[in-house]
């Protein structure tokens, strides 16, 4: 079946640090790639997608590029900021899994100012 | 545009208790999905409709669960009679069937049993 690992958190970076968050994925089609965040007490919003092989996903100075050879949709920003801080899921979407979304188990980031 | 709507936003009852949560999802999306989050189980899928109807709610977790879509506009989320492990944060999100089928999420429910 289908399923996402997620880096482990909690995460805490300084102000202007960067940030990778790494999430690695296993389906049995051809999967879309999500990556959603979640701030305190919200629900989850979607923060970028990819659908299809070396597609880049990006929004709000993040971006994740979907890497079918090494089966991985890794999160990045080149300096985050405290307003960054919130639980990040990988997540993905498959024909086998008839299109429900699989999560990951997310990862709790901290930014310090 | 109006995003996924859920209510109420809070909740507290006494164990034994009915609660109904409620759900309106994003005007012309076909699907829509009850989740449940804690800190124990993470996010959980429990019951997913198509075109109002209930496909896959094999998360329910047990009798005391359930959920309606009685039209395209609105889904209840049932639990009757409510124990403190029910306690959780409850979120609906719904989608349209096609594209790369994000789904989009309310705020939530915060369900807390005593």
């Known amino acids: 079946g289908d399923s996402v690992t997620q880096m482990e958190g909690p995460v805490t970076l300084s102000e202007e640090a960067f940030l990778t968050i790494n999430c690695t994925y296993t389906?049995?089609?051809?999967?879309?790639l999500f990556w959603y965040v979640q701030y305190p007490g919200e629900g989850l919003q979607l923060l970028l997608k990819?659908?299809?092989?070396?597609d880049k996903g990006s929004n709000k100075g993040f971006e994740a590029t979907y890497r079918k050879e090494t089966t991985s949709f890794h999160l990045e920003k080149g300096s985050v900021q405290v307003s960054d801080s919130a639980v990040y899921f990988c997540?993905?979407?498959?024909?086998?899994?008839?299109?429900?979304?699989?999560f990951g188990s997310g990862t709790q980031l901290t930014v310090l100012p | 545009d109006a995003g996924v709507i859920q209510s109420p936003r809070h909740e507290v009852t006494e164990m034994g208790q009915e609660v109904t949560l409620r759900c309106k999802p994003i005007?012309?999306?076909?699907?829509l999905f009850w989740y449940r989050q804690t800190m124990m189980r993470g996010l959980e899928l429990l019951i997913y409709f198509n075109n109002n109807v209930p496909i896959d709610d094999s998360g329910m977790p047990e009798d005391r669960f359930s959920a309606k879509m009685p039209n395209a506009s609105f889904s209840t989320l049932k639990i009757q009679p409510s124990e403190p492990r029910d306690s959780a944060v409850y979120f609906c999100?719904?989608?349209?069937?096609?594209?790369?089928?994000?789904?989009?999420f309310g705020p939530g429910t915060r369900l807390t049993v005593t």
């Open positions: 990819a659908t299809k092989a070396d």
């Open positions: 389906a049995t089609g051809y999967p879309s």
């Open positions: 005007s012309g999306h076909n699907s």
């Open positions: 999100a719904s989608r349209t069937n096609g594209g790369s089928y994000e789904q989009y």
């Open positions: 997540a993905l979407s498959d024909e086998g899994s008839a299109r429900q979304l699989t």
